[in-house]
């Protein structure tokens, strides 16, 4: 996804410029991925750019950080006045926003704890991340032969840079295979996560989508979406997913920050449903969007609008 660069990036509590947003070489999150971050989105509504659960985005990163033991020298409220600063500053109605805390430079080896703490928010310009069509289409998927990282091994629920090699290489096997995008399970080959979406699946009206506990990521996305079906009237189970389950849904799609709400029209070959957007599916996403661009009064609280 090339970046068109803007005006400012935040680092450690000021706006640089964008061309002077630079870390050294020797930076420790860049030799062993000792960094934590999130995508969150902020939208055009009538009130201006609004970002989506900014609050539940970066709570989520300073979780990440604790798990890794890094102590973040921001309150919550700070690193919220900062994105909303950084967004105004680059003058932008829509974008993506990158908060990234990292190990930083002057310490090196495998004990961060001695490494600073640096914190960057960058924002860009990010259209669908499945490609134009694939809001309506819908994605081929593949079941990736790389599993997602397990419990035992780098935890799950943390988005650390360095877990995100493991996305990476299920990415690039899918796409070198001809697909768009991959499907993780888990070791004991249940459903996990694609790279960077949640998913889930549609069997006889009810939703299903993995628990957190099988290892996939505990995605906002997720949970709004979740919230939304129930108030549609939906039942929702979150239930762990065998791949064959993939295959014989009614409907199947993919939920993230970057991805949005993206239909899955095909797992391994095989058709899902009516091969294309299902009703459901389709309802959801038009939910989903209407909250994000502050049309759906009950999800207003979701939004953190920027100018007020
Ligand atoms: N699972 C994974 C592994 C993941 O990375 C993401 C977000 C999700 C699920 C969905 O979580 P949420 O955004 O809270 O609904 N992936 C981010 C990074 C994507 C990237 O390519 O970079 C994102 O969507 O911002």
């Not at 930076?27 to 609004?50: K, V």
Request: hydrophobic share 40%.
């Amino acid at each position: 996804m090339p970046i068109q660069p803007l005006q400012k990036i935040w680092m450690d509590g000021e706006l640089v410029e964008w061309d002077d947003a630079k870390i050294h070489v020797l930076t420790h999150a860049l030799h062993y991925g000792s960094g934590a971050f999130e995508g969150i989105r902020a939208y055009d509504t009538n009130r201006g750019p609004a970002v989506f659960r900014l609050d539940d985005h970066l709570r989520r990163l300073l979780r990440s950080a604790h798990i890794y033991l890094m102590e973040v020298p921001y309150s919550l409220q700070e690193l919220v006045q900062a994105t909303k600063e950084t967004i105004l500053v680059n003058g932008l109605e829509a974008c993506y926003v990158r908060p990234l805390v990292y190990r930083g430079y002057r310490e090196m080896g495998l004990n961060p704890l001695l490494a600073p703490v640096n914190v960057s928010i960058a924002v860009w310009a990010w259209g669908p991340y499945l490609g134009e069509d694939a809001v309506e289409l819908g994605v081929r998927a593949k079941i990736s032969s790389w599993k997602r990282i397990d419990h035992n091994m780098l935890p799950p629920a943390a988005k650390a840079s360095g877990q995100y090699i493991n996305s990476a290489l299920a990415k690039v096997e899918a796409l070198k295979a001809g697909y768009d995008e991959a499907v993780m399970l888990n070791m004991a080959g249940s459903v996990t996560d694609g790279p960077g979406e949640n998913i889930f699946v549609v069997r006889d009206g009810v939703l299903l989508t993995p628990p957190v506990s099988d290892g996939c990521l505990d995605g906002i996305t997720r949970d709004s979406v979740i919230t939304i079906a129930r108030d549609l009237g939906y039942e929702v189970r979150e239930q762990s997913l065998a791949r064959a389950d993939l295959y014989t849904a009614d409907e199947a799609f993919f939920t993230g920050t970057a991805a949005e709400v993206v239909p899955i029209r095909e797992v391994d070959d095989r058709s899902i449903g009516s091969d294309g957007r299902g009703p459901m599916t389709k309802e959801l996403q038009e939910a989903f969007f209407a909250a994000t661009h502050g049309e759906a009064d009950p999800y207003v609280g979701w939004l953190t609008f920027v100018k007020e």
